[in-house]
């Protein structure tokens, strides 16, 4: 099979337009146990809304709740959104939904489907592992299947042939126990259109998807990286090889624990169009994270959003979020 580079494909930087945001709503019972169901759905009603300032936002709903989404979203003043009939076995999209591509030419869009099996084995995925292709199917865009077990929360590129991951995931013996490190990064470069892989060691404690580069380092710029300080081990390893790439890199405070044993970030934050929209947690580094990122991005409206609940069950805004390219 001809791979999206071959073709003529490749993922753009964050910091590319995007005409749509994608999230799915939660749906998991078992999740955010110690949050009123109602008191879940207002927050993640108002982080679409949002969103929805800055681009559309796309919804993988389950159509029994269609109508009960349509209202959350309507007490949150949320207007410039689509719904879409795509069922979930969770809510963070940046995983299990498709990576988004466009020709280098003619801009023509396309999506990477990678194989999704739950971080490893640890939760149900028998409707997220469609996800990918039903999005595609929506907008009738060329899919790529690549035989790599991957989230998108797993990669960044710069836009300029580098892409960035960790070893703790991609290398992982639950993630893709037969492929060696040179396979993995051939099939990153085949299918991103990138040139060269950047491995970081790992990421944060506590982190069931093993350690997401988008919870550690976020390419900003070309060059420019945001990465947590180097409060544990992994993390000084992570900026030494990041420095030693020859990286601009800037380090965003350690926001600790959002409850006891998960860990919440700063870096997982969401770059869409004109604005930077930023985890916050109540925390005395809160304000410190925001003026750190409103430095590195002085063209755009940064905003912190509260994610002192949705970070409960780690993760954070990016990871509830895919951007389509424009």
């Given at each position: ?100 591509l466009k020709h280098k030419d003619t801009g023509t869009p396309a999506v990477i489907d990678w194989i999704y099996n739950g971080w490893g084995g640890k939760f149900s995925h028998q409707l997220d592992s469609q996800v990918a292709r039903r999005m595609a199917e929506s907008w009738g865009l060329r899919r790529f299947q690549v035989p ?164 409960l069950e780690g993760g954070g805004i990016h990871c509830l979020t895919q951007g389509q390219f424009a």
């Amino acid at each position: 099979m001809e791979s999206a580079k071959k073709a003529g494909y490749r993922t753009p930087p964050e910091w590319a337009r995007v005409d749509g945001i994608w999230m799915s709503w939660p749906v998991a019972d078992q999740l955010w146990e110690s949050v009123p169901r109602q008191e879940l759905e207002s927050v993640f009603a108002d982080l679409v809304a949002l969103i929805s300032r800055f681009a559309e936002v796309r919804l993988c709903v389950r159509e029994n709740q269609r109508a009960h989404v349509e209202e959350q979203f309507a007490a949150a003043g949320a207007q410039n959104y689509q719904i879409f009939g795509i069922s979930t076995d969770d809510v963070w999209c940046r995983d299990h939904g498709a990576t988004f591509l466009k020709h280098k030419d003619t801009g023509t869009p396309a999506v990477i489907d990678w194989i999704y099996n739950g971080w490893g084995g640890k939760f149900s995925h028998q409707l997220d592992s469609q996800v990918a292709r039903r999005m595609a199917e929506s907008w009738g865009l060329r899919r790529f299947q690549v035989p790599l077990v991957c989230e998108g929360g797993a990669i960044e590129v710069d836009g300029e042939g580098l892409c960035m991951t960790t070893e703790s995931v991609l290398l992982n013996p639950n993630r893709n126990p037969n492929l060696k490190k040179g396979k993995v990064e051939q099939l990153l470069i085949e299918s991103l259109g990138v040139d060269k892989v950047l491995w970081l060691k790992g990421g944060l404690p506590h982190d069931d998807t093993d350690g997401h580069a988008d919870m550690v380092a976020r390419f900003t710029k070309p060059g420019h990286v945001l990465a947590v300080e180097k409060s544990t081990e992994t993390l000084g390893e992570n900026a030494e090889r990041l420095e030693a790439a020859g990286l601009e890199v800037r380090y965003l405070p350690d926001a600790g624990e959002v409850t006891e044993g998960v860990s919440g970030s700063y870096a997982n934050f969401l770059i869409v169009n004109g604005a930077v929209i930023v985890p916050q947690y109540g925390k005395s580094t809160d304000e410190k994270a925001l003026e750190i990122i409103r430095a590195e991005f002085p063209s755009h409206e940064v905003v912190g959003f509260d994610c002192s609940v949705l970070g409960l069950e780690g993760g954070g805004i990016h990871c509830l979020t895919q951007g389509q390219f424009a």
